[in-house]
């Protein structure tokens, strides 16, 4: 089965390999405190840096989810203030979860097609920046010189991203923000288990102010850790090991982002030719590059996903509001151009 | 190298084969909302339930760490009292990680070589009893029976047990407490990055009256989300599959249970004959089956370290106030015959 699903999609091949790798050398039974733990943790956050064009002064954390990420902003960043850009379901429940904690969680909706306008958004209170870079329900994606513009007009507020489904799929300005936090089970094609923080010295230094301590995931408490390359709870060892050989077997995310690029034009050429099936986001400057959502009549969604499960292929469906006007088609590294030129063999009929 | 540190220990041999398993069947890339994943999960519980001896009424939920079990039951089950019983280092962490989240967190600390006595132990305002049953730190436990008599008077009160250590390795009453939690790469044999929190009706019906909803892993929603098999965030899929392998080829747990406590008897007959090193603990009525702590001098403990890892063998470093006065052997399932053999090899000139 080729899983298109925009997360957990494809892992890479040589996953089995690593895991044999990780038995023989005794990976598997290693104590998160020993120096082992700390040599491939150490690796894994340089390989990360080097890899993604991460800042050197920005921390790196192993958390257990996005969601968990989620929680730890709300807790260890946010006093009352936040303001959350969405247009899709992920970004709205990350606006949901905060509002729990806090109850000065503002929403700032906008639309689908819509081209956020910098200019427009302003935060006169202080507080953390919300923003969701890639929307996985919809396929959308705020640009990263968008954000940066936004964090330039607002220098004292934190920004905060959500890059789950982008995250090693495309070239982000880490710079343009404080907090950008994903998922190893998407762009990374890595099984799911694992997620990643990544701080700016603005975000440690405002956790540090607040300082709140009351939970095992405080991030000061997790920034204490780091200093010895260790979370405060066990953490999953095989996974970060796993994500330690595949960033050493990885190009430089420039490379990858133009594969990627060029693989979602691809996709959207391709579907602009076809007369029964469409591209849900129509424009090209919010279209994501990670997630290709593919709209549509019911019968012949219906019709693709049957043809597509009969040859071995699983298709993303369709998240909340499009849940039953499309389908979703992950264009994750991973993915291999003859299982991409398969898919498009089934679709090139409708 | 052959890992006796009490976990993450020896991990069983088998887990490669697994994971080529979970390759080939997609396993990897399969959506934590699917019918595949919730099939998946749902046989775990089963196997969980039949293996461990769990009351078919009790509720399984899969954590990220026992650390993340000890927010949920402060966040999710104790309003403000708690009483944390405890002789180590664990049991103090809970008390103060409880303690960092509500005032009431009573400590009620005990020596390591006494065995408590429930008449003595009443606890007049309610709250949730909080007990280690296997104390890592120091190779001691709360045998089940004493669990029971507690809880039996305290029926209004909940009654929560750390059994990180044992679960999976001797067996447990598990209808003597409420709550009971555990890591897999203990007694389980599996990597690292995998919670399990077993609750009883009274426990769930307790947190659907507190209804504390702030948390992604508030225990209600974990409830609700677990009617369908399925986790708030995105779990260790992986993880979750391989314990459902595990416990697929696993025995009854009163098997296991006869030869864990067997193999802590030879350990402790062979120790007691030794004339540099005992075991850490004498008195016989608290000593782990599980976790057995050597004690000696300095030098002798030093010697024996350097002469098991040329032997390519990894014994637990001391923990805690036994740090540099004890070195602890894991006495988990899968540790084989010839591996103690080899190691009883080593000890026996000392």
């Not at 430089?252 to 849900?280: C, G, M, Y």
Request: hydrophobic share 40%; glycine share 6%; proline share 5%.
């Amino acid at each position: 089965m080729i899983s298109f699903y925009p997360g957990p999609s494809r892992v890479h091949d040589e996953i089995p390999g690593y895991v044999q790798d990780a038995h023989e050398l005794g990976v598997m039974s290693i104590n998160h405190r020993s120096d082992a733990f700390m040599a491939i943790s150490e690796r894994t956050v340089s390989l990360l840096k080097q890899r993604l064009n991460i800042p050197s002064d920005y921390t790196i954390f192993y958390t257990s989810s996005a969601t968990e990420c989620w929680e730890i902003i709300a807790q260890s960043l946010i006093t009352d203030k936040s303001y959350h850009l969405y247009n899709g379901a992920f970004g709205q429940k990350w606006h949901e979860y905060t509002q729990r904690l806090h109850s000065g969680a503002t929403a700032v909706p906008f639309g689908v097609e819509e081209k956020l306008d910098p200019a427009k958004l302003t935060f006169p209170e202080e507080g953390v920046i919300c923003i969701t870079q890639n929307e996985t329900s919809n396929g959308t994606q705020v640009p990263s010189a968008l954000i940066k513009r936004i964090k330039k007009n607002h220098p004292q507020h934190l920004v905060a991203v959500d890059a789950v489904s982008s995250m090693a799929g495309i070239a982000l300005d880490f710079k343009a923000a404080d907090v950008w936090f994903a998922s190893v089970q998407k762009c990374f094609g890595l099984p799911a288990g694992l997620g990643l923080m990544i701080c700016s010295p603005q975000a440690i230094e405002r956790s540090n102010h607040i300082a709140e301590k009351d939970h095992y995931n405080s991030l000061t408490f997790m920034t204490s850790m780091m200093t010895r390359w260790q979370t405060p709870c066990t953490p999953n060892v095989l996974g970060i090991y796993l994500l330690m050989r595949v960033l050493e077997d990885s190009e430089n995310i420039k490379d990858t982002h133009e594969k990627t690029v060029a693989r979602q034009e691809d996709w959207i050429a391709f579907l602009s030719e076809r007369k029964k099936i469409a591209p849900l986001v129509s424009n090209g400057a919010v279209q994501s590059h990670t997630v290709v959502p593919v709209t549509g009549d019911a019968d012949t969604l219906q019709h693709i996903k049957t043809l597509a499960k009969k040859n071995d292929i699983l298709l993303g469906e369709g998240y909340g509001e499009w849940k039953s006007t499309t389908f979703r088609i992950a264009n994750f590294p991973a993915l291999k151009k003859k299982e991409i030129k398969k898919l498009m063999k089934i679709l090139e009929k409708f």
